[in-house]
């Protein structure tokens, strides 16, 4: 997988996560499981289709003994097509790594007719798992929505401490002055690119790309320079993209 798309992948999980993840908004960062699979339709195939067998999934996950998982399909809305050869991909989120991997076992053991069906509509060749933070929660109660995402790196003399600290900052001054939105942070992991150099992926999830609108031309009036002064030593971000997630289901907690 190309360094370009391993810096995408983390566009994911904002909805599942924030539904997930979040119990106390003044707790420290909550975190959760994600994995992303990277699909193309067959010939002749398209969202209906694929939209079929997601129906057929979500029930059998209620009747599976699996631990709580949501999934979205997240299909790009502002982006270069060289960055994403691909014409959708699927989020996964569970509440922890553990909890992922039963889950998964018990896909590889009983889901594999669905997964045939899957395979018939949009065969997926890539694999990757990753660990979500969410650092100023959304508003969208897993209801799906557009994720912005950059690729980040820390300059030297960073560390986590030090961005977390910033995170506080920033998270104020979006509050202070109104701005729409929710914040997260994504942690490549297992299947990621060898030759990534990236750290983290910072992501800015809106409901609407109207609402995302209204923070861009925030940024433009001085919310940019506010996002310079408080992050400018700490880490660089590439130039980002927007993808929008649909909710296809999964099995909540009991």
Same mark, same amino acid.
């Given at each position: 997988?190309?360094?370009?798309?391993?810096?995408?992948?983390?566009?994911?999980?904002?909805?599942?996560?924030?539904?997930?993840?979040?119990?106390?908004?003044?707790?420290?960062?909550?975190?959760?499981?994600?994995?992303?699979?990277?699909?193309?339709?067959?010939?002749?195939?398209?969202?209906?289709?694929?939209?079929?067998?997601?129906?057929?999934?979500?029930?059998?996950?209620?009747?599976?003994?699996?631990?709580?998982?949501?999934?979205?399909?997240?299909?790009?809305?502002?982006?270069t097509g060289a960055d994403f050869p691909y014409d959708y991909f699927w989020l996964g989120v569970g509440?922890?790594?553990?909890?992922?991997?039963?889950?998964?076992?018990?896909?590889?053991?009983?889901?594999?007719?669905?997964?045939?069906?899957?395979?018939?509509?949009?065969?997926?060749?890539?694999?990757?798992?990753?660990?979500?933070?969410?650092?100023?929660?959304?508003?969208?109660?897993?209801?799906? +929505?557009?994720?912005?995402?950059?690729?980040?790196?820390?300059?030297?003399g960073a560390s986590m401490e030090s961005l977390m600290a910033a995170d506080k900052k920033w998270v104020?001054?979006?509050?202070?002055?109104?701005?729409? +939105?929710?914040?997260?942070?994504?942690?490549?992991?297992?299947?990621?690119?060898?030759?990534?150099?990236?750290?983290?992926?910072?992501?800015?999830?809106?409901?609407?790309?109207?609402?995302r609108g209204k923070a861009q031309d925030m940024m433009m009036a001085g919310g940019s320079a506010a996002?310079?002064?408080?992050?400018?030593?700490?880490?660089?971000?590439?130039?980002?993209?927007?993808?929008?997630?649909?909710?296809?289901?999964?099995?909540?907690?009991?």
């Open positions: 997988m190309s360094n370009q798309l391993t810096k995408i992948v983390l566009a994911i999980i904002v909805f599942a996560s924030t539904s997930l993840a979040i119990a106390d908004h003044h707790a420290a960062p909550s975190s959760a499981a994600l994995e992303a699979f990277f699909c193309n339709f067959e010939k002749g195939k398209d969202m209906d289709d694929l939209l079929k067998v997601t129906a057929e999934w979500d029930k059998w996950i209620d009747t599976s003994e699996s631990n709580p998982y949501s999934a979205y399909i997240m299909q790009p809305v502002i982006s509440q922890n790594h553990q909890a992922m991997g039963e889950s998964a076992d018990e896909w590889m053991k009983n889901g594999g007719k669905i997964a045939a069906k899957f395979d018939a509509v949009a065969p997926c060749d890539t694999h990757i798992l990753m660990t979500s933070q969410i650092i100023k929660p959304g508003n969208n109660n897993g209801k799906g +929505g557009f994720a912005q995402i950059s690729a980040c790196e820390l300059k030297d104020s001054w979006m509050t202070d002055n109104k701005m729409p +939105g929710g914040l997260a942070r994504w942690f490549g992991g297992v299947g990621e690119a060898r030759d990534s150099t990236t750290d983290f992926y910072s992501v800015y999830l809106a409901e609407s790309l109207g609402q996002l310079s002064s408080i992050y400018g030593d700490l880490m660089t971000c590439d130039v980002p993209r927007v993808y929008h997630g649909t909710p296809v289901g999964g099995k909540t907690a009991s």
